[in-house]
């Protein structure tokens, strides 16, 4: 298997520029999901990826409930609107 877990060849994405905020990381753990968050945030200079750092381009990382929890409140009158 090739970098990045893909298998076969290509360039494909090689050197396309892709901002923090449009990256989601998901696990399953709160102790991974801080560990990720420490990691993403030394190695892009800013906040850690908490939801108040998206602002600034961070990535979303967090435990797969967390996530989905963030998702659902975010969108949550839009998925309500189309209840009659």
């Known amino acids: 298997m090739q970098e990045g877990g893909r298998e076969g060849g290509g360039e494909e994405g090689?050197?396309?520029?892709?901002?923090?905020?449009?990256?989601?990381?998901v696990t399953f753990t709160n102790k991974a999901a801080r560990e990720m968050q420490e990691r993403v945030g030394k190695l892009l200079g800013g906040e850690e990826g908490r939801e108040g750092g998206r602002e600034g381009g961070m990535p979303m990382v967090g435990t797969f409930h967390s996530v989905c929890l963030r998702v659902l409140r975010q969108f949550a009158s839009e998925f309500l609107e189309g209840r009659d």
């Open 14 to 25: 090689k050197g396309q520029k892709v901002k923090g905020r449009e990256i989601l990381a």
